[in-house]
């Protein structure tokens, strides 16, 4: 089975601190995804990336950055977090470059910015 | 841009019955994709059922169909015999055939919270 995992469930940080959000998948997954999902709004895409070192903006990347150094592992990056980024984030993958692929999630991060 | 809604933020069902939950999509494009995505509480979202929109034949999976209306540009995601485990929150989405390929990310909507009633 395909695993993708993230390095927290819950995490608490203060206002203007830098946060790492991890995701390591197990499959050899050429495409990653970086989503926000918060109440009423579903799933919005932040970043995504086909290759290693290669990324992409999604519909909201401002406040974001993200990196892939390596194939299985991508992080999402708040360089100055803020109380509007308090939200689920969810990590997927895919395997192939084609549209009906499926994207397989990790459990997501509950990020709570103070 | 793409667009995704899901008119029913809760729907309720008894256990044992059916229930049809609506998604509708809005595209300039002639050919994509559509999914239908579910996140149990607490656990992580997985793939329910997808559909290709050259495709008139609808999708099935067990107990889960679609019903899907290319040209109302509507997608709808039928459960059958409803089980307890089936609660969760059901997601629509939408990716584009020649947006990017598979690389590029979904469109989802709001999503739908099913309750089951035992």
């Known amino acids: 089975d395909v695993k993708v995992t993230q390095s927290s469930r819950y995490l608490v940080k203060r206002t203007g601190e830098k946060v790492f959000l991890e995701c390591v998948q197990d499959?050899?997954?050429?495409?990653m995804f970086w989503y926000r999902q918060d109440p009423g709004l579903g799933l919005r895409l932040i970043y995504f990336s086909y290759d290693v070192k290669m990324k992409e903006k999604g519909d909201i990347p401002e406040g974001y950055s993200v990196s892939r150094e390596k194939k299985e592992r991508f992080s999402l990056i708040l360089e100055s977090a803020s109380t509007n980024q308090t939200s689920m984030y969810l990590c997927a993958s895919s395997l192939l470059s084609t549209g009906f692929d499926t994207q397989y999630f990790g459990p997501g991060t509950r990020l709570t910015v103070l | 841009a793409q667009t995704v809604t899901q008119s029913q933020p809760e729907m309720s069902v008894q256990e044992a019955e059916t229930v049809t939950l609506s998604c509708t999509y809005d595209?300039?494009?002639?050919?994509?994709?559509l999914f239908w995505y579910k996140q149990p509480p607490s656990r992580q979202m997985i793939l329910v059922i997808r559909q290709e929109a050259y495709k008139q034949q609808n999708a099935t999976e067990n107990r889960f169909s679609v019903n899907f209306q290319k040209a109302a540009k509507s997608f709808s995601l039928k459960i059958s015999d409803s089980q307890l485990g089936d609660a969760a929150m059901y997601f629509c989405?939408?990716?584009?055939?020649?947006?990017?390929?598979?690389?590029?990310?979904?469109?989802f909507g709001k999503g739908t919270h099913l309750i089951i009633q035992p």
């Open positions: 499959m050899d997954h050429e495409n």
């Open positions: 989405a939408y990716r584009g055939a020649y947006s990017g390929g598979g690389a590029d990310g979904l469109t």
């Open positions: 595209t300039s494009e002639s050919d994509y994709y």
